[in-house]
C-alpha cells in the first residue's frame, strides 16, 4: 500500500514537472509560430498622379511620390525600374517620348545617389540596405537634348513599375 | 468666428483634396523567400497576400528565372529559354485577380526543379500590381502627363 501510494506521488511529481516544462516552453513562444516573425515584405506606391508642369523646351525636376518598401526584419533589398516609358495617350509616339523623360530613384535621401534609369535597365540594383519603413523619393527629370525630336502637344502617359525582393 | 470655422472647412477640404491626390497602393506577400528542397514530386508553397491600400488593386502573378550574368550581377532571365519552359515547372494556382482594400488572399506555388537546369536553381515569382480605376486624362490639355507607378514584389524560391 505504502509503495503504491510513493509510485502515485512520484507519478504526480513527473506529470506535475511535464506539466510545468510544457506550459514554459509555450509561454516562451518556443512552439507557437508567430505569424508576425515570417519574413514578408511590403510596398507602397503612389498608383497615378497627373503632372502639368511638363514643357516643350523645358528642364524641369518634379516629385512623382514616394515608394514605401518594408518588410517585418531588417532586409537588404534589390530594386529596379523595368518600365520607363512614355506614350502618347490616345496614339503611338513612343520613341520621342522616351528621348524626353529619364526617370531617377532617390535612395535613401542621398542626392549622389541618384540613378539614372533607362528603358533596357534590366539589372538590378544591388547593395541597397534598406530598413523597415524606407521611403524612397521618385522624381522624374526631364532632358533637354532632343534636339532631333519634336514634341508635339498633348496628353502623355508614363508607367514607372518599382520592383522589390528580398536579397 | 464664422469666418474662422469656414476657413477650417476649407482647411479640411485642401486636406482631403492633397490626401486623395496622393492616394498609395500597398501590397503584402509573405513570405518574401522560400528555401526549396526538391524531390520526386513538385513543391507547393502558400503565399499569403494583403491589399493594404486605400483601393482595389489589379494582381497579375507571374514568375521568371534568376541567374547570374557575366558581370555577377544577378539579372531575371525569360520563363521561356531554349532548353526549358519555367512555366512548365512552376505553376501558380492564380494569375490574375482582383484584391479588394484590406483583403487577404492566398495563392499557391507548385515548383518543380527542370530537369536540365544543373546546379541550384532559383526563381522569382512576382506579384505586379495595378490601380484597378483607372484615372482620366483630359486629352485636350496642353502637355499634359498621366504618371502610373506600379509596384512588384518578388518571392525567391531557392534550392537549398
Not at chain 1, 80 to 89: I, L, P, R, S
Not at chain 1, 93 to 121: E, K, P
Not at chain 2, 45 to 67: C, D, H, P, R
Request: hydrophobic share 40%; with cysteine; charged share 20%.
Amino acid at each position: 500500500m505504502k509503495k503504491t501510494l510513493i509510485l502515485l506521488v512520484a507519478l504526480f511529481f513527473v506529470f506535475a514537472i511535464s506539466t510545468s516544462t510544457l506550459a514554459d516552453t509555450s509561454s516562451s513562444g518556443n512552439q507557437a509560430v508567430d505569424t508576425n516573425l515570417v519574413p514578408a515584405l511590403e510596398m507602397t506606391a503612389p498608383s497615378a498622379t497627373t503632372l502639368d508642369t511638363l514643357q516643350v523646351d523645358g528642364d524641369n525636376e518634379f516629385l512623382l511620390g514616394n515608394l514605401v518598401v518594408s518588410s517585418n526584419a531588417p532586409y537588404t533589398i534589390k530594386y529596379h525600374v523595368d518600365k520607363t516609358h512614355m506614350t502618347k495617350y490616345a496614339g503611338t509616339d513612343y520613341t520621342t517620348a522616351t528621348a524626353l523623360i529619364n526617370v531617377m530613384s532617390l535612395i535613401g535621401g542621398d542626392v549622389g545617389d541618384f540613378a539614372t534609369v533607362a528603358t533596357t535597365d534590366q539589372n538590378l540594383k544591388t547593395n541597397c540596405t534598406v530598413e523597415n519603413g524606407a521611403t524612397w523619393s521618385i522624381s522624374g527629370h526631364q532632358v533637354v537634348d532632343y534636339a532631333d525630336k519634336v514634341l508635339t502637344d498633348g496628353a502623355y502617359h508614363l508607367v514607372i513599375t518599382y520592383t522589390a525582393v528580398q536579397n | 468666428m464664422k469666418l474662422n470655422t469656414i476657413g477650417k472647412f476649407i482647411f479640411l477640404g485642401v486636406f482631403l483634396i492633397v490626401l486623395q491626390t496622393f492616394a498609395s497602393a500597398g501590397l503584402r506577400v509573405m513570405p518574401s523567400t522560400v528555401d526549396v528542397k526538391f524531390g520526386k514530386k513538385p513543391i507547393a508553397e502558400t503565399l499569403m497576400l494583403k491589399n493594404t491600400g486605400g483601393e482595389s488593386l489589379m494582381i497579375k502573378a507571374y514568375v521568371m528565372g534568376l541567374a547570374k550574368n557575366k558581370k555577377g550581377d544577378w539579372v531575371f532571365t525569360d520563363p521561356v529559354t531554349k532548353n526549358y519552359n519555367l512555366n512548365k515547372y512552376v505553376t501558380i494556382s492564380r494569375s490574375s485577380f482582383v484584391l479588394n482594400a484590406d483583403q487577404e488572399s492566398k495563392v499557391i506555388v507548385n515548383v518543380k526543379k527542370p530537369k536540365y537546369y544543373s546546379g541550384k536553381f532559383q526563381c522569382v515569382v512576382f506579384f505586379e500590381n495595378y490601380p484597378l480605376e483607372k484615372t482620366e486624362v483630359d486629352t485636350s490639355a496642353q502637355m499634359q502627363t498621366l504618371v502610373e507607378i506600379h509596384g512588384r514584389l518578388g518571392v525567391i524560391f531557392k534550392e537549398k
